[in-house]
């Protein structure tokens, strides 16, 4: 609203009764002033009331006020203050005349008592307020963090030069101090990789040159090239469609040694079980790099498994068609064996599901162990796959993630490496291809068995509105805010509910989930996250969206999406029939009818993605005489595995990189432990990347590495919707933290403290989540100003 919309009525309004009531405003409170008369003036009406009038220039002289505060907290360097202490000090000024030294004058009070709240003593208030700046992607500078110092003292009444002044600005300056060589060697040794494979480059020679370095015709040497034996290092397109081929002369020389065995037919044969191998085709290495990294042979990495006489059997059907059960009962009655689930919670949940069988196993996760003496059963998540011991039988579920760009490798890996007798692939009806072509590489046996739904599942013909939402619904969306901002929204409509979203731990989703299962919430608000590793009893799925965004684009959803996540209305034995609908504004019925009714959607590339392991990252460093990550990372990237093989794709290594590129200024860690960093799971939305070369700095130095903590927790019937994911963020520092301490225990050895910081987080998250749902469902009218 303009000043020309509400000019006459409300600044006549304005006019009369200031005069009358004799109150005063400043020139810049005139606008907002006027704005909130025009709305409090009712229809027909030539005045407001004398006290509506003292609300409204109440209101507006506190904004201002606020505002002003605000100006001059970051002006002066103190951006630790946080907005709700400026408006609880402004709140507290009663004196309309109030000037900058009465607003610093009240706030003082409060910032001391806040300051007091984040922690027992001066350190752990210092280290809470950086790490909450972290938060939000700021950090102090050195006068911001002698300022926060200073306010720090005065909270705790410290004396005039109290040793902690000193020893945490000494602390800090050396911090800083480390922070910078470390991205200054890094940087170096970046530019040393760098120019160590552009030499590699321009050493590379056109094909015309390889006649005379293999000592061969034109002819044979086009032949081997087609028969994929020689190594092609580089494809360069020119113009049009034009590409130019460049080889390597070193590795071309090295293969002079074949020529013969080549004249004569012969086709080298990976090594397999009793020592005879499938045909995997006519390849060979494709560079000297390729041969010791094996990522062109990747099956004959698995030896363990290629001396078993394995078979598999592919258990593929839609979501509550029993696959899990069938693999499970197999499992409970072999003597040894292994289930690899895709999530920590589904890796439980197998655990829970054999002692129901009677059958104890132990667990293994990213961050957790659980050691049952004596168990010859394991669960595990994917990535834990144990390769080395033979087992009668394994369970791989969700077999479709071998699509997925950043963990499709691990089910490469765990399918072609689980060393079982006799392995079952479980996972939805568009795995099937990739999995057969799998075992084919494998040279192993494949059975399969196609399952069919318990329960119906039909769409709804029509839309459903918010409020008609009933008891048992799951509402999806597909982002953290969107199934927050539908919560706050059936809050003001009084319903229970239930929350579940990726950036929730797997504690807090299962027990979100129990609330919804036994009707202690009637409505559950999901992401897809839903879509695996939760047992949930839902009649109707409602998506909320039709569209998600994929980290690229934001696109329709797939027919595996709506199937996956659709396909969870309908329970056996409770919900006979499953309903999948739409929510009214969100899109048509008819779309999700379409998806539900057509076949899956089969990817074009069948290739399995494969990343290199430990052995393969020392066997690669060995070759090159290198003993830099990012070197060795650069080089497999570039030239150990080329993007036109014909059996395999290299996985979206992105973050790994970035971890060692950071990791290359930090001195004193073995290349082994610095690939184990570049695997550990960070968030690098959150400075997780900095902050995990932090910890590794200290790791370098032999010093111990402490748990990330909680952070200030206000009471969860308070907590902001900031707040909430603030300590989203906290736990899943915590998640990176215990899965380098399981890997590095001497330096991280305050497993204990991490555990229980952890047990805290999961009770304070799920108190926020039930607080709030109880409170908004006690007042219909939504009248709480709590912020959602």
């Known amino acids: 609203m303009t000043s020309e919309t509400f000019a006459s009525p409300a600044r006549e309004a304005f006019a009369r009764v200031s005069a009358r009531t004799g109150l005063s405003i400043e020139p810049r409170e005139e606008q907002d002033v006027l704005r909130r008369i025009a709305r409090a003036l009712e229809p027909g009406a030539r005045d407001v009331p004398d006290e509506t009038y ?93 300022l926060l110092l200073m306010a720090i ?5 410290l004396p005039e030069g109290d040793p902690f002044l000193d020893t945490a600005r000494r602390e800090e300056a050396q911090r800083q101090k480390v922070a910078g060589t470390i991205e200054r060697t890094a940087r170096e040794k970046r530019e040393k990789e760098e120019s160590r494979l552009r030499t590699w480059e321009e050493s590379l020679v056109p094909f015309q040159e390889v006649p005379r370095l293999l000592r061969c015709s034109h002819k044979e040497a086009l032949r081997w090239i087609a028969e994929n034996r020689l ?11 034009r590409e130019r081929w460049e080889f390597d002369p070193a590795e071309l020389i090295a293969l002079r040694g ?11 044969a990976a090594v397999g079980a009793g020592g005879k191998a499938p045909d995997m085709g006519r390849k060979v290495a494709n560079s000297v790099i390729a041969r010791v990294a094996a990522l062109d042979r990747y099956v004959a990495h698995f030896r363990t498994a290629r001396a078993l006489n394995r078979r598999i059997t592919l258990v593929t059907g839609p979501t509550n068609s029993g696959k899990s059960y069938t693999a ?25 599901a054999l002692a129901s069988r009677g059958v104890e196993a132990s667990l293994a996760t990213g961050e957790e162990r659980i050691v049952v003496p004596g168990s010859r059963h394991l669960a595990a998540t994917v990535e834990m796959c144990p390769f080395h011991n033979p087992v009668d039988v394994a369970v791989i579920d969700e077999a479709q993630m071998l699509f997925d760009t950043d963990r499709g490798a691990a089910w490469t890996a765990a399918i072609m490496g689980a060393p079982a007798r006799h392995l079952y692939v479980l996972g939805a009806p568009d795995c099937i291809p990739m999995v057969r072509r799998i075992a084919e590489l494998c040279g192993d046996p494949l059975d399969e068995i196609s399952l069919e739904r318990k329960s119906p599942l039909k769409p709804a013909s029509q839309p459903v509105r918010l409020q008609e939402l009933q008891a048992g619904d799951a509402l999806i969306a597909f982002s953290r805010r969107e199934v927050l901002d539908l919560r706050a929204a059936l809050m003001q409509h009084g319903r229970r509910m239930a929350v579940v979203y990726g950036a929730l731990s797997p504690e807090v989703r299962r027990a979100e989930a129990q609330r919804f299962n036994s009707g202690a919430a009637d409505i559950l608000i999901a992401t897809d996250a839903i879509g695996m590793g939760l047992n949930l009893s839902i009649k109707r799925v409602v998506f909320a969206a039709l569209k998600k965004f994929d980290g690229k684009q934001t696109r329709d959803l797939t027919v595996q999406e709506v199937k996956q996540i659709g396909g969870r209305a309908g329970r056996y034995g409770k ?5 999948v609908s739409v929510l009214a504004g969100a899109g048509s019925p008819a779309f999700i009818r379409r998806q539900l009714d057509a076949d899956a959607e089969i990817p074009e590339d069948l290739r399995p993605f494969v990343q290199p392991d430990a052995d393969i990252v020392k066997a ?18 570039r030239a150990v595995l080329r993007k036109d093989d014909p059996n395999y794709r290299l996985a979206d290594m992105e973050q790994a990189f970035a971890i060692a590129s950071a990791l290359e200024g930090v001195e004193g860690l073995d290349l082994t432990t610095r690939w184990s960093y570049a695997m550990c799971p960070v968030d690098d939305r959150d400075n997780g990347i900095q902050r995990l070369v932090g910890w590794a700095a200290d790791h370098a130095a032999g010093r111990r590495v402490l748990p990330p903590g909680t952070g200030r927790l206000p009471p969860s019937e308070r907590a902001s919707r900031e707040e909430l994911e603030r300590a989203e963020k906290r736990h899943k520092r915590l998640v990176a933290w215990r899965w380098l301490a399981l890997r590095f225990p001497e330096f991280y050895p305050d497993r204990e403290d991490a555990e229980e910081t952890t047990r805290r987080l999961n009770e304070w998250i799920e108190n926020v989540l039930r607080q709030q749902s109880r409170t908004r469902s006690a007042a219909p009218g939504g009248s709480s100003r709590r912020r959602g």
């Open 575 to 579: 919900h006979e029939v499953g309903v």
């Open 258 to 268: 074949k020529l013969g065995e080549w004249r004569n037919g012969g086709v080298p």
């Open 620 to 637: 690669v460093a060995a070759e090159i005489g290198s003993e830099s990550l990012y070197g060795v990372l650069s080089r497999i990237h």
């Open 54 to 146: 003292r609300e409204i220039l109440c209101v507006a002289r506190r904004k201002k006020r606020v505002s002003r505060l605000v100006d001059l907290t970051r002006r002066s360097g103190r951006i630790w203050v946080s907005r709700d202490e400026i408006e609880e000090a402004v709140g507290t000024i009663e004196d309309p005349e109030a000037d900058d030294r009465a607003l610093e004058r009240a706030l003082a009070p409060v910032s001391r008592a806040r300051l007091r709240s984040y922690g027992a003593s001066p350190r752990a208030v210092f280290e809470t307020v950086q790490a909450d700046l972290v938060d939000t992607g700021r950090v102090l500078s050195p006068p911001q963090t002698d």
């Open 153 to 157: 003292a005065l909270a705790f009444d």
């Open 328 to 352: 499970l009962n197999a499992l409970a009655q072999a003597e040894s064996g292994l289930a690899l689930a895709p999530l920590r919670l589904l890796a439980h949940e197998f655990k829970e």
């Open 231 to 241: 190594p092609v290092a580089r494809k360069v397109r020119e113009s049009g469609d």
